[in-house]
């Protein structure tokens, strides 16, 4: 089934489900046996979409079994159409219920699914929707949940609830559910692939279709136009644009692209997607768009916010874009998960790179091969989701299919011996082999990296396309020692230039930085140390002209589990503070990136 963003014209329709929803949690899983689908014994309101954790004290950390429930009167005018029940994402396995039946399952937050339900609705009475959402921390899953008493990152203790990252392992329906209203044959997918020669764009696409459409269709680009002839549900076409506008951060034009089915008179399904066009490739050490070479300036992000969690902030989405402007930064990465769709969009309008990353975060490979097996398989479908998604983006340049795997858990404190480290990163080589494949026959257009840490291993580097490192000498190294850290970094961006010729981008450096607290001699934890460690390492690729971007860690403060190492269940390596107040580090940012 494909992906496309749920759409309102003259063939479809759309009924947003987001509101208050019936919430109980379910800490025995007895809801299903007593039929909790049909009726919650004792629901409170919840909002959709929403984490549930910083709304309810009871619920803050918990990550069990909970159902959600709803009701939904359709209208007449949907009668004959196919309905799709679509779920933007449900953190970390849902299980969804129309009217008492089963209609499906699914695992992995940050992505949605859709599914048909036509079959069970009525149209007489009011429908009911169950959905129960768990995010338990289990090993096999991705992310993986800590080994059984483990956990803590960074071995420096446990953290509460264990994960084997730090930011809040938030729960919820965290995006819109909608319903869709489409026709019996109707689009599916679509995917866009864009060249350039010379001055022109060339727009190739395939579509999709349900129900088998074996008629004709349309493609229509500004006042381009290109006949379709479906066979088997499938059609492809090739639309030249001349004298095309190529998008870019500086010009991110878009353009609207429609297709049809229709016989010439009839139109019995269309769809429209912003496209831009462009091109992306490595040469050398080099990220090119467009056959010119790009710097990345920017951040790692989250999404996390008071009260709403990991639930879709539009508000926070819309301030974070115009201080991604104000400070003069054209690129983040999605850390550690796919980010929501309208901000996807909100890239390609506004000119801004992405590295998209899926949520395979605090990976390690020396645990056993049954669990390795697990977490590639659901590894590869979250990536087919992903790429499902998000191919059609101009704004993503590039996929990222882990940050920071390991070779041994990091809570491990006795050293793996040297035969079982081999074998670990032998298990992490296949691993990576296997996802790169996939990624490059699923989307054969763009980049492929992996984000390495200290200490992890070069051999993982070596498939992918462009290297990604996150370094924190004179932080969690060398703390303090600015001058003794940068020289240590400069020397090691110059070995792995040496050694792999590729584009390197710097995707994590940073250090907590409590507002309001400051130094003479810069000191760790204040805003003077913060400025001076980002100037440091931003001196050193500056004079790297090979270094192909430097992405701050991170944007802004955000939520983490509890622990030793993190005041305040909170990551403070924020650029601004969770609430988007600049830190002294973020004028100086502006001042490097901007020249103002
Ligand atoms: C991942 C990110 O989600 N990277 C972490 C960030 C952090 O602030 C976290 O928020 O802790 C940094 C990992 C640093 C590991 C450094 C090991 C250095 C050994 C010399």
Same mark, same amino acid.
């Given at each position: 089934?494909?992906?496309?963003? *749920?759409?309102?014209n003259?063939?479809?329709?759309?009924?947003?489900?987001?509101?208050?929803?019936? /919430?109980?949690?379910d800490p025995?899983g007895?809801?299903?046996?007593?039929r909790?689908?049909?009726?919650l014994?004792a629901p409170?309101?919840i909002?959709?979409?929403?984490?549930?954790n910083?709304l /309810?004290?009871d619920?803050?950390?918990y990550?069990?079994? #909970?159902w959600?429930?709803t009701e939904?009167?359709?209208p007449?005018?949907?009668?004959?159409?196919?309905v799709?029940l679509?779920?933007?994402?449900a953190?970390y396995?849902a299980?969804v219920?129309v &009217?008492g039946?089963?209609?499906?399952e699914?695992?992995g937050?940050n992505l949605?699914f859709a599914?048909?339900?036509?079959e069970?609705?009525a149209?007489d009475?009011t &429908?009911v929707?169950?959905i129960?959402v768990?995010n338990?921390p289990?090993?096999?899953r991705?992310?993986?949940?800590?080994?059984?008493?483990g956990?803590?990152?960074? +071995?420096v203790a446990a953290?509460f609830?264990?994960t084997t990252?730090?930011?809040? *392992?938030?729960a919820?329906?965290?995006?819109?559910?909608?319903?869709?209203?489409? *026709?019996?044959?109707h689009i599916? @997918?679509?995917t866009v692939?864009?060249?350039?020669e010379?001055?022109?764009?060339?727009?190739?696409?395939?579509?999709?279709t349900?129900?088998?459409?074996?008629?004709t269709?349309?493609a229509?680009?500004?006042?381009i136009?290109?006949?379709l002839?479906?066979r088997?549900g499938?059609?492809e076409?090739?639309?030249?644009?001349?004298g095309?506008?190529?998008?870019?951060?500086r010009?991110p034009?878009?353009y609207? $692209?429609t297709?049809?089915?229709?016989?010439?008179?009839q139109?019995?399904?269309?769809?429209?997607?912003?496209?831009g066009i462009r091109t992306?490739?490595?040469?050398g @050490?080099q990220?090119l768009? &467009?056959?010119?070479p790009?710097?990345?300036t920017g =951040? +790692?992000?989250h999404e996390d916010f008071?009260?709403?969690?990991r639930?879709?902030?539009l508000p926070?989405?819309?301030?974070?874009?115009e201080?991604?402007?104000?400070? %003069?930064a054209?690129?983040y990465?999605?850390?550690h998960?796919?980010y929501?769709e309208e901000?996807?969009q909100?890239?390609d309008?506004?000119?801004?790179?992405v590295?998209?990353e899926i949520?395979a975060?605090g990976l390690?490979f020396a645990?056993?091969e049954?669990?390795?097996? $697990?977490r590639?398989a !659901?590894t590869r479908s979250?990536f087919? !989701?992903l790429?499902a998604?998000?191919k059609?983006?101009p704004?993503?340049?590039m996929?990222c299919v882990?940050n920071?795997?390991?070779?041994?858990? *990091? @809570?491990?404190?006795a050293?793996l011996s040297?035969?079982q480290?081999?074998?670990?990163?032998e298990?992490g080589?296949r691993? /990576?082999?296997h996802?790169y494949?996939?990624?490059?026959r $699923?989307? +054969?257009t763009?980049?492929v990296t992996l984000?390495?840490? %200290?200490?992890g291993?070069?051999?993982?580097?070596?498939?992918f396309d462009?290297i990604?490192i996150?370094?924190?000498?004179g932080?969690?190294?060398?703390g303090g020692r600015?001058?003794?850290a940068a020289?240590?970094l400069?020397?090691?961006?110059?070995?792995l230039?040496?050694?792999?010729?590729?584009?390197?981008?710097v995707t994590? /450096? +940073?250090?907590?930085?409590?507002p309001?607290?400051h130094?003479?001699?810069?000191?760790m934890w204040?805003e003077?140390?913060?400025?001076? =460690?980002?100037?440091?390492?931003?001196?050193? #690729?500056?004079?790297?002209?090979?270094?192909?971007?430097?992405?701050?860690?991170?944007?802004a @403060?955000f939520r983490?589990?509890?622990?030793?190492?993190?005041?305040?269940?909170m &990551?403070?390596?924020?650029v601004?503070t969770?609430d988007?107040?600049?830190?002294?580090?973020?004028?100086f940012l502006?001042?490097q990136?901007t020249?103002?």
């Amino acid at each position: 089934q494909g992906l496309l963003y *749920p759409q309102r014209n003259e063939t479809r329709d759309l009924i947003d489900l987001s509101g208050l929803w019936q /919430f109980q949690m379910d800490p025995q899983g007895e809801g299903e046996a007593q039929r909790w689908f049909r009726k919650l014994p004792a629901p409170r309101m919840i909002p959709v979409p929403c984490s549930w954790n910083d709304l /309810f004290d009871d619920a803050h950390t918990y990550l069990g079994l #909970a159902w959600y429930r709803t009701e939904v009167w359709l209208p007449s005018g949907w009668r004959g159409r196919r309905v799709i029940l679509r779920v933007g994402s449900a953190t970390y396995a849902a299980k969804v219920w129309v &009217n008492g039946t089963v209609v499906t399952e699914h695992h992995g937050g940050n992505l949605p699914f859709a599914v048909e339900i036509t079959e069970q609705l009525a149209w007489d009475r009011t &429908n009911v929707v169950a959905i129960t959402v768990e995010n338990e921390p289990r090993p096999e899953r991705v992310p993986p949940g800590p080994p059984p008493g483990g956990g803590g990152v960074l +071995g420096v203790a446990a953290g509460f609830p264990g994960t084997t990252y730090d930011f809040f *392992p938030y729960a919820g329906l965290h995006r819109q559910v909608w319903l869709c209203a489409v *026709p019996t044959v109707h689009i599916d @997918d679509i995917t866009v692939v864009t060249t350039i020669e010379g001055g022109d764009g060339i727009v190739s696409l395939k579509v999709a279709t349900v129900g088998g459409y074996a008629g004709t269709g349309k493609a229509r680009l500004d006042d381009i136009e290109a006949d379709l002839g479906f066979r088997a549900g499938t059609a492809e076409a090739i639309l030249r644009v001349p004298g095309a506008r190529f998008w870019s951060p500086r010009d991110p034009h878009l353009y609207t $692209l429609t297709v049809t089915l229709t016989d010439g008179v009839q139109i019995s399904d269309t769809y429209s997607l912003d496209i831009g066009i462009r091109t992306i490739a490595v040469r050398g @050490d080099q990220i090119l768009l &467009n056959g010119q070479p790009i710097k990345l300036t920017g =951040f +790692g992000k989250h999404e996390d916010f008071a009260l709403t969690g990991r639930g879709l902030n539009l508000p926070m989405w819309i301030r974070d874009y115009e201080l991604l402007r104000w400070i %003069g930064a054209n690129s983040y990465r999605t850390s550690h998960y796919p980010y929501p769709e309208e901000v996807m969009q909100l890239a390609d309008q506004r000119g801004v790179l992405v590295i998209n990353e899926i949520p395979a975060v605090g990976l390690n490979f020396a645990d056993t091969e049954d669990l390795t097996r $697990l977490r590639l398989a !659901e590894t590869r479908s979250q990536f087919r !989701e992903l790429i499902a998604r998000d191919k059609n983006h101009p704004s993503t340049i590039m996929w990222c299919v882990a940050n920071e795997p390991l070779v041994r858990p *990091p @809570d491990k404190d006795a050293p793996l011996s040297q035969p079982q480290e081999q074998k670990a990163i032998e298990a992490g080589t296949r691993f /990576f082999q296997h996802v790169y494949d996939e990624v490059n026959r $699923l989307d +054969g257009t763009r980049p492929v990296t992996l984000v390495g840490v %200290g200490g992890g291993p070069r051999e993982w580097h070596e498939r992918f396309d462009v290297i990604c490192i996150n370094r924190y000498y004179g932080w969690y190294a060398l703390g303090g020692r600015l001058d003794q850290a940068a020289q240590v970094l400069a020397r090691e961006l110059d070995e792995l230039h040496q050694a792999f010729g590729k584009p390197i981008i710097v995707t994590e /450096f +940073g250090t907590d930085t409590l507002p309001g607290t400051h130094s003479l001699p810069p000191e760790m934890w204040t805003e003077e140390y913060q400025v001076e =460690f980002l100037r440091r390492y931003l001196d050193v #690729a500056a004079q790297r002209p090979f270094m192909a971007g430097m992405q701050v860690w991170a944007f802004a @403060d955000f939520r983490t589990v509890q622990g030793v190492g993190r005041a305040g269940g909170m &990551n403070f390596k924020g650029v601004f503070t969770r609430d988007r107040r600049p830190k002294m580090a973020a004028h100086f940012l502006r001042k490097q990136w901007t020249g103002m």
